[in-house]
Each structure stands twice: as structure tokens, then as C-alpha cells.
């Protein structure tokens, strides 16, 4: 396998990667019209995280991390490394001595379609890791690979530089060009949430505030008392 590394792609804007950082994962998904998400096998190895960063692009050869080593040298401040492989595989790609040599270079966590390792070491080191397995076996250096190229992970197309947002609910990406548009829909997500939060604590339910009494009431559905419910069951 014949690789690239690509260097210096295109980057989504600081301010909106910050800004998206302030959203949960859902709130940016569902200000996307409910795209971008990772399946929901990919999980992180810590809790009560959150993190946003620039995407920096791996695909690797399965039980091989010689790619993410060349990785690290594109990455910089701000990014999420994100790695994937050319088959399923739950091999420990990735671990603590890499979780190092990032968090030396500004990057804020790791997002992995395969196994990762060192777990705790990680969490200790305080370095974010979302991945689809945690395992201790171990890799070789042996095949080439690209960086910085669009990649493939659970159906959702993730390209250098645009945007990842991680937390204890999962992975979404941000196409780059769209960061700006996500960012203000989010914002008007959060701000109608925030009144429906309100309108709640005061009592009211879902079925008013959404007027879902008429789609129950389309739907068929009716409503009786116990007794009524119950009446042809009694001898």
C-alpha cells in the first residue's frame, strides 16, 4: 500500500472551533439537521470531557501505526488526530508514549476507528481518546499509509481540517465550510432548549409546549380510566 502525507490543508476557523467547543455533541448534531454523527461504538476512554479541534486526517494499514507516527509531525495546536484503517481492527494503534508526543505538540485528543491502549495512563495525562476498542495488543511499522486525506469512519466523511467534537455522548464532525452556519444554529438550539427548560421547571409538560395532544389524538391513540381499561378482563 502507497501512501501521501499531505501537508498544510485548509482549517476551519479558531473562533468557530472554539465556539462549537461550548456545545454537547447532540446539540451540534441535531443544529446539523442530525448528521455528522460516529456510530456509537466509538466511546471515550475517560468521562465529563469535551473537546473541539481541527481534524488531522490518518488512514493506516489494520495492526499498523507507522502512519500515525508520521502523523504527528503535521499535527499542531488545536487539532484531534482522527485515525482509521483499511479493514476493521480492534488492534491497540495507539497509546501513551503517542498520547505524549501530541500533547507536547498542542493537540487535544484522539478519535480512532480501532483499539487504543494505555487507557489509564491517558486518563491520568489528562489526553482525550474516544475509540472503538480498548486493547493491549500490539503493532507493527511495516505498511504504508496516507495523512491528511479524506477518510471514512462509520459512514461519515471526515477531512483534514474540519471540525471534531467529542464528549461522554460520542463524536460529531463539522464539515470545515459549514463551521460558521453550525456554530449560529446551535446557538439558537441552545437559547430555544434553555426556554423549554424553563417552561418545564414551571410545570409544563411536552404535550402542550409541542402541541403533541393533536398528533396523539391523530395517531389513534385514546385515553381510559383503569376501569374502563379493564372492564372486559373482569369475570
Known sequence: MSGVVVTNPPKAAAEDVEALAGYGVATVSEAMGRTGLLGPEIRPVQQDVRIAGTAVTVLSWPGDNLMIHAAVE????????????????????????????????????????????????????????????????????????????????????????????????????????????????????????????AAFVDGQLGLDRYGLREKLKELGVTYRSYDEYTAGERP
Open 74 to 197: 503535521q499535527c499542531g495546536e488545536g487539532d484531534v488526530l482522527v485515525v482509521t484503517t483499511t479493514s476493521p481492527s480492534t488492534d491497540g494503534l495507539f497509546g501513551e508514549l503517542f498520547a505524549t508526543a501530541l500533547q507536547r505538540r498542542g493537540v487535544r485528543g484522539i478519535v480512532i476507528n480501532t483499539g487504543i491502549r494505555d487507557t489509564q495512563e491517558l486518563r491520568e495525562m489528562g489526553f482525550a481518546a474516544w475509540s472503538r476498542a480498548v486493547s493491549a495488543q500490539g503493532t507493527v511499522k511495516a505498511t504504508g499509509g496516507s495523512v491528511n486525506v479524506p477518510i471514512a469512519v462509520d459512514g461519515q466523511v471526515v477531512r483534514p481540517g474540519d471540525v471534531i467534537v467529542a464528549d461522554d455522548d460520542g463524536v460529531v464532525v463539522v464539515p470545515r465550510e459549514r463551521a460558521r452556519q453550525v456554530v449560529e444554529a446551535s446557538e439558537a438550539r441552545e437559547k430555544k432548549e434553555a426556554a423549554t427548560r
